[in-house]
């Protein structure tokens, strides 16, 4: 019997889009705007579970390289997940984010197709008032800020989307995001990205 789960948190994530990711609002339908879509996601895990297995305060990432329309598939996607994590809990982590679980992630099993692995990895994500800044050392290295609004002092947010990783969404940029890993050397500050909070749950 597939195990019960959940994951409460925050998600922020950046990609090679040149303005703000029209996959969000397309719900995957809207190729890229660079015809194809090269990025990472940070996870910060603040309460959750794998049947017996907790994993609060745990941080995760994902790399994906997505040769176009996101809904078309034939993803390539990597995992890390933190060094502090014990077997019983990193296996659950890998287990949640490859879509084997089913429930929220389940959509990634049938997106990936090509799977790189897992490394276990020290990760930081910090709040620093409204950035987030995310460090995998020497494999990615990334601020991200909110795009602000009209009166400059609430950030634009995209509301009851479907799009299937939250329904919220904060427009935001990268102001730094170097990745260098797995044969790929990016640069994708300036580019488009997001945050939003994560409430997922399986099977």
């Known amino acids: 019997m597939a195990k019960k789960w959940t994951l ?20 995957g339908v809207h190729p890229p705007t660079e015809g194809y879509c090269q990025g990472w996601a940070g996870i910060q895990i603040e309460d959750g579970y794998f049947g017996n297995t907790k994993l609060d305060g745990l941080n995760a990432g994902i790399l ?19 060094e502090r994590a014990d077997d019983f809990q990193a296996q659950a982590i ?3 984010l490859t879509g084997q679980a089913g429930g929220s992630t389940g959509v990634l099993r049938v997106l990936v197709g090509q799977y790189l692995g897992a490394k276990r990895v020290p990760i930081s994500y910090a709040k620093n008032g409204d950035k987030r ?13 909110p795009v602000m609004g009209a009166n400059g002092k609430e950030p634009v947010v995209i509301k009851n989307s479907g799009y299937w ?18 044969g790929r050397v990016w640069d ?16």
Do not use: H, Q
């Open 8 to 27: 409460n948190g925050e998600l922020i994530l950046n990609c090679s889009c040149t303005v703000f990711c029209p996959c969000v609002v397309s719900l």
């Open 64 to 82: 994906l390289d997505i040769p176009g329309n996101m809904g078309r598939g034939n993803w390539t996607a990597a995992l890390y997940i933190d």
């Open 94 to 96: 890998e287990e949640i």
């Open 133 to 145: 800044v995310f460090n995998i050392p020497r494999k990615i290295d990334a601020v991200i800020e």
């Open 165 to 182: 990783i939250a329904p919220d969404i904060i427009v935001s940029k990268a102001t730094t995001a170097k990745i260098r890993d797995f």
């Open 188 to 203: 994708f500050g300036g580019r488009s990205a997001e945050f939003c909070r994560l409430e997922w749950s399986g099977p």
